[in-house]
Structures are given as structure tokens and as C-alpha cells.
């Protein structure tokens, strides 16, 4: 899929067909996170709209499946709360410059630096805020809404034995949804919480003062979006590499994740990102080209202008019983076999950074200081460096630098022979406190009258050093 | 003869390559293909739980190596096959199109309840291959 008549035309039929089934999935948790983050509908399902098309066109990965997402969503929790819509459509546009920028300095390559013990520790905590924000619904409502959250949850998981190619939950929102209206139970329903769209999205500018004041409310929550929409995008796109085994280009996939957050935010929906559930969804259903993702967006719209009637009598406990389906699937549930078998450094960045991202309610918080956290733990666990007597020599293990020259230079502190001879053979000199540190240890043995002569540098070392004495 | 082990990392699988092997060691001109199917389903879980792309290639390497060595241990040749997708589906649809004489794949030993939520691979394989399968438990 190298040209780009191919990665649009290559695979027609399989790509609407998965491009339909992904539009149904959509729309299930596309109105689960308006409610998330207690906006319209509309936000969501706009977005949904609006970003799949337009990263189906400027993506840097065909079949990915970009939309509102519940991690997008739960940042924008407490600005909602706070300062409402037209500032969540702020934070969305500049999120998308954010973006843009950062897509424009190649953010992708940045990705390595992201251990999975900091990824397990952003999924489990998504899952776990994610369960949270369903639980207020459901502590101390009636029996009702419990009865149809539960049974939802039976269904969504049953399904899938039996009916493979629509996808269950909205199946199970069918199903509720006509006993809800036939057996006449009273439960809160989608449109308690707004009204549907009949129409397409508008362009409109937010309605907010351009001021510096605006900047510093919405900035925070822009660059938080901005990390945590690349970061579930960058890692949905690795997952479809491998399922699919093509590659991608990153960075154009973060630009357009930019421009389609930045367009979004003008037409009145909340900022998105990759979905992985929805993209892998895709990927089994036989997509692969961007005409997938196109059709995601369009027939989702489709279906929301000509079902909004429909839709809003859906109960909310049924998308509650979703959310919670949604909770467990982004639990990543294999870190508990992870906690026992890692070493212990990466099961504690993993643990600090859920208990960080529950703690602060930020993803992205949590995220910048478990890579910090663990960055820290490898340079502890490289700079252990160790000196052996054996056979008149002081043998070097481990390699020399800012963070191990202090234990170097202690281990010559009580030396009593008349000559030193020390080799460097299983030791590498990486700058100039390594360089610096085997200076000081031969001034230091020679002011005792010691002789100091230096062995087994390799060439890359041996250069280093010549360089600069 | 073309026989065909899955294996997917589990003792059981295990098991049915060296019943696979056996066969293949005493039937003539008999060599065992090992059958590999990464599961799409887990595509996620796996990915996080690998460091990055190289470390997913060593983890999979690491299911089919066993199963090699001991084959060529006891001078048994072998091809390795590695599909993505839907287990059962991949084995039944690789076993149909290509020319294996026999198939020879695990029991999960999974209880009435899992066998339900989760599906029996062996189950499925065995209703719609089209060549002899023996399953071991």
C-alpha cells in the first residue's frame, strides 16, 4: 500500500463493508463519552464525524480509527465543568495546533523513549477513571438501572459467541432499548442530555474572548490533550502495523491527528484521537485502506441524521452498561502476570504512574513522570560499575560515565601496592567525567607514590580519552 | 508426509508437537510444519506488554524455538509457518488450501464455562479441517 490511488482504491469492498460495521461501533461510545464529559451528544458524534474523515484523508496510517475517545474525554472533564463547551472547543482547536507542531518536529520518534511499564500504567489507569466515571450513575439509582446496566454487560460479552460481524454493543443497545419502550420502564434516556443532530456540523468560531487569560485556561488542557491523543494514536498505529504487517509514517499520522483536532474544534466537536478497540474492530472486519476510515465517519453521520428520533430514546443505563464493558477491555489485564515476572524498577514506574493518573485525574501528568521516573531507573541500572583485583590487574565491569565515576573513583581509596595496573577491557568511557575520573585516580594513587599505567581501552574510549588530554 | 503442529506457547501445545514430532520421526520422508498463529484479538495486550516491534518478533520466536529444537534433535526436519489472525479460523484455512497429511494440535483443557466464553480451538479445527487431526490432551 505505497501509492496513494492504493491505500485508497487497493481494497474497495472489504474497506466499505468494515467501514460500516466500524460506523455502528462508533456510535455506541461516541454518546458514552459526551456523557463522560457532560456535553451534547452532538460534541461527540460531530467529532466522530469530522476527525475519522479527515484523518482518513491526512493520516499517515490507512484503517486507523480516529474519533472521540474516552481518554480525550476525561481530560475534558473538569474544563467542562469549569468553564464550559466553547472553552472545550478552544482547548480542541489548539490541541490540534499543538499538534500539528509537534507532528512537525517528528514527536513519533520521541515514542521510544515511552517504556510499556509507563503505556500498562496509562491503560490501566484509563480503564480504572474510565469505571469511576460510570459508578455516580449507578450508586444509589434504582433497581431499573441496574437491571439494564447488568444486563447489558451479560449481552455485550455473549454476543460475540454468536454474532460475529455487527458488533455487540450495539446489538445490545437494540435489544434494551426495545424493552426499555415496550415493557414502558422509566429510565433516563440520551435525550435527557441534549438534543440529537439532524443536520451536518457548521463552521462556527468559539465563542470566547481572544485574550491572554482564555490562553492560560485552555493551555494546560491543550497540551495535555495533545500528549495524551498521541500517545494512544502512536500506540493504535504500532498495533495495526503489526496486525496488518505494513509500516506507517508517525509523524504524518500526528500532523494530521492536528489538522483534524483543529478543524474539529471549529465545527463544535470535542477533541479526539486513535481508537484502538475501534481500529483493531476494523483491521478483523477485512480493512485496510483509508476508504475504511471515510466510511466510518460518513455512514456514522448517516445513520445519526437519520436515526437522531431513535437514538435519543436510548436509556442511559444501557451506555453505562457499555462503558463498563469499554472499562474492561482497555484494562490491560495481563499486568498482573506483568507485576510478578518484570523487574522491580518497571513494575513501581507502572504502579507510580496509575496511582499518579488517579491521584491527579490527569493522564498526561502521569504519563510525563513515569518516563522521567524510569529514565532515571535505567540510568541507575547501567551505571552500576564494579573494580576486581585478578592476577595484578584492577579489572572495570560496567561503563563510565556522569552517573557511575563516583563509585570508580571510591574503589581505589585503599590501595597498598607499589604499582596499579588498571584494565578497561570490559568497561567503555562514554564523556569527559569518565575521562576525568580515571585522571583523578591517577593523581590521587601517584601523590601516594603509586605507579598507575592504563590498559585495555577500546578504540571509540581510547579515542575519547586522547581527545581530551 | 506434510505434518502439521499449532502451537501457541502452552504446555499442552507443547505436548502435541512431540506427539507431532514421534509420528514424524518414524513415518518416511515425514517432516513436521509448525503452525504459529498470532492472535489478533490480543494484538493490543500483546504490544503493551512487549517493550516495542522487536521484542513482539522475539517473544513469537521464543513459542516456535522449542518446538524446532526438538525436532531437529531427533533429525526431524521442519518448515515454521507464523499466520495473524483468528486462531482457529487461520489453522482450518491454512490446513484446507495447503497439502498436510495431518494435523496434530493441543487441547486447551479448558472447563464447560471457559469453553463457552472462550471457544475450543481444537473443537473448531477438528469439525472443519479437511485432513486427519489428532488432538492431544
Known sequence: MHTSKEQWFGNIRSDILAGIVVGLALIPEALAFAFIVGVDPRVALYASFTIAVITSIVGGRPGLISAATGAMALVLVSLMANHGLEYVLAATILTGIIQLILGAFGVANLMRFIPNSVMLGFVNALGIMIFITQMPYLIGSNTMTYVFAIVTLVLVYAIPRFIKTIPAPLIAIVIMTIIALTSGVKLQTIGDLGTMPNTLPTFLFPDIPLNIETLKIILPYALALSIVGLLETLLTSQVIDDMTDTSSNKNREARGQGIANFITGFFGGMAGCALIGQSIINIKSGGRGRLSTMTAGVFLMFLIIVLGDVVIKIPMPVLVGVMIMVSMTTFNWGSFKFLRHAPKSESLVMIITVAIILYTQNLAIGVVIGVILSALFFVAKISRVSVLYDAGEYKVKGPLFFASTTKFIQAFDTISEKEVVINFENSHLWDESAVGAILKVQQKLEDKGIKVTIIGLNSSSEQLYQQLI | ?137
Open chain 2, 1 to 137: 508426509m506434510r505434518i502439521a503442529v499449532a502451537v501457541d506457547g502452552s504446555d499442552n501445545a507443547l505436548r502435541a508437537a512431540e506427539h507431532g514430532i514421534i509420528l514424524a520421526k518414524y513415518l518416511p520422508e515425514a517432516y513436521v510444519e509448525i503452525i504459529y498463529v498470532a492472535d489478533m484479538s490480543k494484538a493490543k495486550d500483546d504490544y503493551l506488554l512487549a517493550q516495542n516491534p522487536e521484542s513482539l518478533v522475539l517473544k513469537r520466536e521464543q513459542i516456535v524455538h522449542p518446538v524446532v529444537l526438538r525436532a531437529n534433535n531427533v533429525g526431524v526436519e521442519t518448515i515454521v509457518t507464523v499466520l495473524k489472525g483468528n486462531p482457529s479460523q487461520e489453522i482450518i484455512h491454512h490446513v484446507n488450501k495447503s497439502s498436510i497429511d495431518q494435523l496434530v494440535i493441543g487441547s486447551r483443557g479448558l472447563n464447560a464455562f471457559q469453553e463457552m466464553i472462550l471457544g475450543s480451538v481444537s473443537h473448531k479445527v477438528m469439525k472443519h479441517a479437511s485432513c486427519p487431526v489428532t488432538v492431544v490432551k
